[in-house]
């Protein structure tokens, strides 16, 4: 008999450097107060799933929105680095502006070809990602049949859902989640069927 694992992908509420475009990476921001109240709301939203485990990156805008989450179901957050954004190394705290300006044929390649860039003092999506599926095939291999929640950020769960569809990760920027989008993969194994994306529903409904 095929036992499946549901996992509820979630992305971050809001911080200020979202609101004003700037990259965070590894750079450990706090939400905003917009970012709480989305946190609030998707708790709410997923609070009648019956969950059995919530896994969150160590950053802390990921760490509050799963905390928040959490209190729906009274469960602990386990925290794991392996789930951390992708490190921008030198672009952190730059806006996109800044960076256009800045390093312009570095910007060419993220765009077109961003497998194939390394930020210097950064890592590469090849590297996130090796990282980002070694954590999620620890936290599988513990909740056979279950349903979990991993809170996480926008760039890992791309890069999760590119080798969980099989497609490359120059694909990356197709893969587009609001604060708070709400995706679920079902696991048997390691393999995984996509059967929602990045739902926003809940920060519509007052």
Known sequence: MITLTKVIFVRHGQTSWNDLGMYQGHTDIPLNEIGFEQAIKVGKRLKNEKVSAI??????RAKQTAEIIAREHN???????????????IWEGKTYKEIKELYPEMLNIWLSKP?????PEGETFPEMLARAWQGLKKILSKHKDETIIVVAHGGTIAVLLCNILEISLNNLWKIKQGNTGITIVEFAEDKGVLTLFNDTYHLHIS
């Open 55 to 60: 896994y969150s990156s160590d950053l802390l």
């Open 75 to 89: 469960l602990p957050v386990t925290v794991m680095p392996e789930l951390r954004e992708i490190n921008f190394g």
């Open 115 to 119: 497998q194939d860039l390394k930020i």
